[in-house]
């Protein structure tokens, strides 16, 4: 009897984990078939605006020391097939110096990537050959487009409706992530 009391506990245990393995292998094969059935994100290809406005720019606050002016083009304020919202940006220095980026953000992502740079002197955008995807963040060269998406153009991981809807957003000042 006490053979038989020692033994039961032991098949239970082996019964137990038996469950759990093929618990375990049935999750890890529906997590895999989930994901090999979710399409891979595609960027689509763009190019930089043919032409772009300093004189109605939709402006921005990046930080209040800040000797720069940032402003958005409206009329280069695009939201692509592929959920990129896509703008011209003007930092304009207090002497007038202009920086003049074409840039995109991607609010699923958290992410800004710089398609172009205009070059004042020759009226043409410079693209780079190895533009990259950078994570949003409130220093360094991404935070103004941290400051656009958080004050308009992303609604969380979302882009936050069309151009019209972002350009009245960020006009009022209703910041979206408090």
Known sequence: MTIRNFMLPTRTAALVRSCLLVLTCLSTATLAT????????QEKATEAPKSFSID??????VSQNSSLTYGIDPETLTVGEDWVVRYVMVARSTSGALNVLYEGIRCQSAEVKTYARWDNNRSAWNSPANA????????????????????GLCNGKSVNGNPRKMLATLKTGMYLHR
């Open 34 to 41: 989930a994901d090999d059935d979710e399409p891979q994100w």
């Open 56 to 61: 109605k720019l939709q402006t921005f606050t």
């Open 132 to 151: 990259e995807w950078k994570a949003l963040a409130f220093s360094g060269a991404t935070r103004p487009a941290m400051i656009l998406a958080m004050e």
